[in-house]
């Protein structure tokens, strides 16, 4: 008898331990699902009210609101990161970029440099947003010139947010530079999509403009990955001018006698505004471009005035 009521009681606690258990793991994945989706509504909502007033600059309160927001989104994005194969079938759809000139003559080549009449180049900032980019901000001001940067997603967040929105709002322009500075020709194809749809969703947030450049890391790609590119509207552009900037670094002397050797109308120079020689040879090389006449134009400036 006693022994019986010691199983039944045994039986009795280990039903409520079992049904325990799976309340706890069923809270658990409604926690994780719910936190998943509220993470995407920040960060949409704060993409949607930056484009429905993208004055950033006369409104820094907005802007800090949206900066903390797409922060917080970064925890389950980087989360995301390592399946990306996986997420790629839940991201965000892309943003479709548009064009302020026809870009129709562009889309599905590659572009290394453009055919114009007129004495403009672009010069191209790759790998940022960085602690350099003010300053390089500040020199292209004080020169006049504009630029296209070509920032990589996971580095406009934060802080350098505010860098990336800068760049824009003195009249530069935005390029895509994939999400984590992958190389795109080792990804398959859900991790591909990922690594562009985020890089555009967090630059179209962070800046106010979808970028309508992709330039992949070395400028290697493959057919997948051009596919890739390509079939979310995206102009792929490489340059015609590399001074050979990074790993090692070159003088700032160097820089500039490379970056401006065999410069004409049309071309398209890559410099790496993450180095601080780049930066310094900078002044230089806009120097020099004056001196020839070359004014310093957007890619979208550059292209609307020529042809591919
Ligand atoms: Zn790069």
Redesign the pocket.
């Known amino acids: 008898m006693r022994t019986h009521q010691g199983d039944s009681v045994r039986t009795g606690l280990s039903r409520i331990i079992r049904v325990l258990a799976v309340a706890a793991v069923a809270a658990v994945l409604c926690a994780a699902v719910a936190g998943c989706g509220a993470a995407e509504g920040r960060a949409w909502g704060a993409q949607a009210g930056h484009l429905a007033a993208p004055s950033s600059t006369d409104t820094p309160v907005a802007t800090r609101t949206q900066a903390a927001s797409v922060s917080e989104s970064a925890t389950p994005f980087a989360s995301r990161e390592s399946s990306p194969a996986t997420s790629a079938s839940s991201a965000q759809p892309p943003v479709p970029a548009q064009p302020s000139f026809d870009a129709t003559a562009y889309l599905g080549k590659t572009i290394e440099s453009v055919k114009t009449d007129r004495r403009e180049v672009a010069i191209t900032f790759?790998?940022g947003p960085s602690p350099n980019t003010e300053k390089v901000l500040a020199i292209l001001r004080a020169n006049k010139a504009k630029a296209t940067f070509?920032f990589?997603g996971e580095r406009a967040l934060g802080r350098q947010q505010a860098f990336a929105r800068d760049a824009v709002a003195q009249g530069n322009e935005v390029g895509n530079?994939t999400w984590s500075?992958t190389r795109m020709k080792r990804v398959g194809p859900g991790a591909l999509g990922y690594e562009i749809d985020r890089a555009q969703s967090v630059l179209t947030s962070a800046t106010g403009s979808t970028p309508l450049f992709m330039?992949p890391?070395?400028g290697k790609i493959d057919a997948k990955a051009l596919a890739a590119v390509q079939s979310r509207g995206l102009i792929l552009v490489l340059w015609s001018i590399h001074p050979s900037d990074v790993n090692p670094s070159p003088s700032a002397k160097v820089i500039v006698r490379r970056a401006t050797r065999g410069v004409h109308a049309g071309s398209i120079v890559l410099l790496?505004e993450t180095n601080d020689n780049t930066v310094v040879a900078l002044p230089g090389i806009l120097s020099e471009l004056r001196h020839r006449g070359l004014r310093p134009v957007t890619l979208s400036q550059l292209m609307a005035h020529g042809t591919p």
Request: net charge neutral; glycine share 0%; charged share 40%.
């Open positions: 790759d790998d070509f990589v530079h500075h330039r890391r070395s790496h």
